[in-house]
T-cell receptor, first 116, second 116 residues
């Protein structure tokens, strides 16, 4: 399967712990996105990479959140000192296309985080 | 600012009947419009998109959508619903004048229930 993959699929942690999620995009895609989805809502944008450069961060992304894409391939999203409000599905997507054109984002299966 | 609205939280339709899931949008420039489907505990799957050209867009699994600029709508349709179409459907929009970053805004989703 050559789709977007995410690991782990589920994570249960205690409040105050740090967690890290990984996303492997479709191999030829240069853009990578992180979203957060809570129950009954659509995905909310968190951050965006073009190759290894992080070009945009949402105000939703507090200083406890950090994302990297060191070699322009896989990406990690780390949440430090987790809070119960961080419980959500974290989705990764990737795309490839011409700048300024509505290229399609392809999503991974998500990582469901539960903070106890 | 760009926005998208899905006015129905849930749509019920009998198997074999035509279905419509509604979406309206607001952008400053020209819209790039997308429909995605989400099954329980899964990521989003791309169905179709409108960039330019023919107002009727055909996508995966027999779905199609009609772009109506005057009504700022992009309703999802299927001539004959299947029970397996039961899922959560998201409309999304990107404004062509949003600059270098390709932020996509998602609606809150419409739950489609196809009744056997």
């Amino acid at each position: 399967d050559t789709g977007v993959s995410q690991d782990p699929r589920h994570k249960i942690t205690k409040r105050g712990q740090n967690v890290t999620f990984r996303c492997d995009p479709i191999s030829e895609h240069n853009r990578l996105y992180w979203y957060r989805q809570t129950l009954g809502q659509g995905p909310e944008f968190l951050t965006y990479f073009q190759n290894e450069a992080q070009l945009e961060k949402s105000r939703l992304l507090s200083d406890r959140f950090s994302a990297e894409r060191p070699k322009g391939s896989f990406s990690t999203l780390e949440i430090q000192r987790t809070e119960q409000g961080d419980s959500a599905m974290y989705l990764c997507a990737s795309s490839q296309g011409l700048a300024g054109v509505g290229d399609t984002q392809y999503f991974g299966p998500g990582t469901r985080l539960t903070v106890l | 600012a760009q926005s998208v609205a899905q006015p129905e939280d849930q749509v019920n339709v009998a198997e074999g009947n035509p279905l419509t899931v509604k979406c309206t949008y607001s952008v400053s420039g020209n819209p790039y419009l997308f429909w995605y489907v989400q099954y329980p505990n899964r990521g989003l799957q791309f169905l179709l998109k409108y960039i330019t050209g023919d107002n009727l867009v055909k996508g995966s699994y027999g779905f199609e959508a009609e772009f109506n600029k005057s009504q700022t709508s992009f309703h999802l349709k299927k001539p004959s619903a299947l029970v397996s179409d039961s899922a959560l459907y998201f409309c999304a929009v990107r404004d062509s004048v949003s600059g270098g970053y390709q932020k996509v805004t998602f609606g809150t989703g419409t739950k489609l229930q196809v009744i056997p």
